[in-house]
């Protein structure tokens, strides 16, 4: 067990390595604690003595050398509570933060985001609107993000989001019917040098390689007539899947 949730406690990785290593060996000396982590004694010390402070460790003297034992397990399940209470508490002036946020937006605002963590972003914000739009896809994300994937696409089922998706003439088989629509748009289009998410009031553009970028318009007008180009594609130009 390595006790990596710990970290939600504000432990360290060396601090998870200390407090793991006392709690499978029981009553430890510094040597024991050394041939378990493989760190340094100097560095154990100094983690022994942030645990100790943090209640996490306590120790006993015998013939003058030490030995250290992690303290009860309440103190764990106190850190717990008193975490779980500073996020209820945060939670609660989430309403304000976004009350600001909305507040100091302009009519029409540009963000970039770059990497897999920033495409991930753009796919939860999604799951806040009922109907997403997609141009020029062939599922990358099924491609590129496969172990999320699975995860996303059985919460915005659950979600009740639903995906319109106009996708390339090559793209692969569609991986899921649940909630989705979609017709394939003639090989004309095959070079798009990008795709183009919609919904909201968010249009964005986005380039999956050779890096993940994507750039963000957020704007009502600008977003309606987007929704209005998709509409087009679709009733005159796309075919059946």
């Known amino acids: 067990m390595e006790l990596q949730e710990l970290r939600i406690l504000g432990l360290t990785n060396g601090e998870i390595k200390v407090y793991s290593a006392i709690l499978h060996i029981g009553s430890s000396s510094i040597n024991n604690i050394h041939e378990k982590t493989g760190m340094e004694r100097r560095a154990i010390y100094d983690i022994i003595n942030k645990l100790i402070e943090k209640g996490l460790i306590s120790y006993t003297i015998e013939k003058g ?14 850190e717990i509570k008193y975490k779980k209470e500073e996020l209820d508490n945060f939670e609660k002036i989430i309403p304000e933060i976004e009350d600001i946020y909305k507040s100091k937006k302009p009519k029409i605002s540009f963000e970039v985001f770059r990497g897999k963590e920033g ?19 062939r599922w990358y994300l099924v491609k590129e993000l496969p172990n999320y994937w699975k995860n996303y696409d059985k919460r915005r089922i659950e979600a009740g989001v639903k995906w319109h998706n106009l ?6 088989e569609t991986p899921t019917k649940n909630l989705i629509s979609v017709k394939v748009l003639p090989q004309e289009f095959s070079g798009n040098p990008t795709i183009i998410w919609i919904y909201g009031n968010k249009v964005v553009h986005v380039s999956w390689s050779p890096e993940f970028v994507a750039f963000m318009i957020e704007s009502k007008d600008i977003a309606e007539n987007y929704k209005k180009y998709f509409k087009y594609l679709w009733e005159n130009i796309a075919k059946n899947h």
């Open 65 to 78: 050398k030490r030995t250290y034992q992690c303290a009860p397990i309440n103190k764990l399940k106190e």
């Open 119 to 137: 495409i991930k972003t753009i796919f939860e914000d999604m799951l806040n609107y009922k109907d997403n739009y997609f141009i020029g896809g």
């Open 167 to 172: 996708i390339l003439h090559d793209a692969p």
